[in-house]
């Protein structure tokens, strides 16, 4: 099968996944279409740790210089769990820490931060979608424990360690679920959040850590939830709110959307208007998992000219690929600094 000679072309704004832990044919495809900028891994596409090494390795060759991405925060959100990786907390754990002891809380985050992303470098992959910063209000079961904390300076605090821990590793972050998930019940995977509260409350406490993390925030994904006072679309479909990331806060990194394929993107209509009115929102990349059927119909049928700035947004998302060289697992396990940080996590738990 031939496929897109890309190598020399600019990756493109569409992040989708693959069918299990070997390439088909199907996506090879996908993978070579010049709309496809990343790829997004899930449990289903690990088996061990070879196996996971050998699949970023053909991705990453099929598309040199394709961003290979996972949800892999700790707690309940981990993905690859077996065959050597440490098992992470859930973020609430350094919030109930800083409670305790502040300080211990961020050495504590930045070593969690560092493992994190150190682990899945060994591996090949490039990028993991944390930290959640989400308060934590006691309403959102999909949110939970996710959450540091509901204080949104305390938020701030710890993930700003756990970002430092991520660069020390060589791997950027991103910020989720701007501008905040944690106060509706509702999950955006399966329902249409609403949140219907003062919006300068919601600018004020949830969307803050956003403001307040300033350059040490790489990238950011917001959420499939409507705020009916502030706009009639969802964060992510919002042009409204994405200039406010953008020109109030000063963001310059990536903006993500969620998966367009979960039930919160719905109201944009199917999955290539919701592409559309994500792009001409302004985000930069946008997500389609656990559909192929979808992805086929978003490689093919999207305008990337609906983007407010397709070169601004291609280099933007450059800079989210490693540069620096990645430890192989064995070199990292004996890595003094790494054994130090695997060690204090230990105590989390």
Same mark, same amino acid.
């Given at each position: ?98 409670? !305790? %002891?502040?300080? &211990?809380?961020? /050495?504590?985050?930045? *070593?969690?931060?560092?493992? $994190?992303?150190?682990? @899945?470098? #060994? ?73 219907? !509260? %003062?919006?300068? &409350?919601?600018? /004020?406490?949830?969307? *803050?850590?956003?403001?307040? $993390?300033?350059?040490? @925030?790489? #990238? ?130």
């Amino acid at each position: 099968m031939k496929y897109f000679d890309v190598t020399a072309k600019p990756l493109g704004p569409v992040m989708l996944d693959v069918a299990g832990t070997m390439l088909d044919e199907d996506d090879l495809r996908r993978i070579c279409h010049p709309q496809t900028g990343g790829i997004i891994l899930f449990a289903r596409n690990y088996a061990n740790r070879k196996q996971l090494v050998n699949l970023c390795d053909i991705i990453h060759t099929a598309r040199p210089g394709i961003l290979i991405a996972v949800d892999h925060e700790g707690g309940r959100v981990q993905r690859f769990r077996a065959d050597g990786f440490t098992r992470l907390p859930a973020m609430r754990a350094l919030g109930e820490l800083w409670d !305790r %002891d502040v300080l &211990a809380a961020c /050495k504590a985050a930045t *070593a969690v931060g560092f493992v $994190l992303a150190a682990e @899945l470098r #060994a591996c090949g992959v490039d990028l993991s979608f944390t930290p959640v910063l989400d308060l934590d209000y006691g309403e959102s079961g999909v949110i939970g424990d996710r959450s540091f904390h509901r204080d949104p300076r305390v938020v701030t605090m710890l993930a700003k360690s756990l970002n430092h821990g991520l660069a020390l590793a060589g791997m950027a972050n991103c910020g989720k679920h701007f501008p905040g998930h944690g106060f509706v019940k509702a999950d955006s995977h399966t329902e249409i959040p609403v949140d219907a !509260r %003062d919006p300068e &409350a919601v600018i /004020k406490e949830d969307a *803050a850590p956003y403001d307040w $993390l300033g350059m040490s @925030l790489t #990238a950011v994904m917001p959420a499939h939830v409507i705020y009916p006072e502030y706009d009639t679309h969802p964060a992510g479909f919002s042009k409204k709110w994405l200039t406010l990331l953008r020109k109030k806060m000063g963001f310059e990194g990536v903006i993500f959307s969620d998966d367009l394929s979960m039930e919160g993107a719905s109201v944009a209509g199917d999955v290539v208007q919701g592409a559309h009115a994500a792009l001409a929102a302004g985000c930069d990349m946008v997500l389609i998992c656990n559909s192929p059927e979808k992805a086929d119909q978003l490689l093919e049928g999207l305008d990337p000219s609906v983007s407010i700035d397709a070169a601004r947004s291609a280099q933007r998302l450059a800079k989210l690929v490693p540069v620096t060289k990645a430890l192989d697992w064995d070199a990292l396990h004996s890595d003094v600094q790494y054994r130090a940080a695997k060690n204090l996590i230990k105590t989390l738990r």
